[in-house]
Every structure is written in structure tokens, then in C-alpha cells.
């Protein structure tokens, strides 16, 4: 069994969501964590999730690095 696993940093400049392409490729849908750097005070919700970008969104206007870790079988 082969793995396929990305780690992703994105800078995010007071958005409510992102769309953030995935750049390895996946051949199945992948699991992915989403963790948030900058803030305690905001929440990240994965609302999408395709072979190719995930979408976040953030319970307020979100500044700082959101960290996306992304892992699937091939």
C-alpha cells in the first residue's frame, strides 16, 4: 500500500474561507487537518474536500499561516 501525504502552509490576509489547491496528486479523497497560526480566538472548519483543493472556512476574519495536512492511499 502507498501513501500520498502533503503538508501545506498558506499566509491568509482577512478572509472568512479559502479554496487551497493541493499539489500533489491524490487518487482518492485524501484526510486532511487544518490547524491555525496567529489566533486562538478563531475556529477552522473544512467544508470541501476533492482529489485536487480543499476549501476552510473560519468562524470570523482570519490574518495569520493556516497549516493544512493532507494523506491518502493510493
Known amino acids: 500500500m502507498a501513501y500520498v501525504i502533503e503538508g501545506r502552509t ?4 482577512g478572509m472568512e474561507s479559502t479554496t487551497v489547491a493541493l499539489n500533489q496528486e491524490h487518487f482518492s479523497i485524501p484526510s486532511v487537518t487544518a490547524t491555525l497560526q496567529g489566533t486562538s ?5 473544512i467544508t470541501s474536500i476533492s482529489r485536487s483543493s480543499v476549501v476552510v472556512e473560519y468562524s ?3 490574518t495569520g499561516k ?3 495536512q493532507a494523506i491518502s492511499v493510493r
Request: avoid cysteine.
Open 41 to 45: 480566538d478563531i475556529n477552522v472548519f
Open 66 to 68: 493556516l497549516h493544512l
Open 60 to 62: 470570523a476574519s482570519f
Open 10 to 13: 498558506e499566509e491568509v490576509i
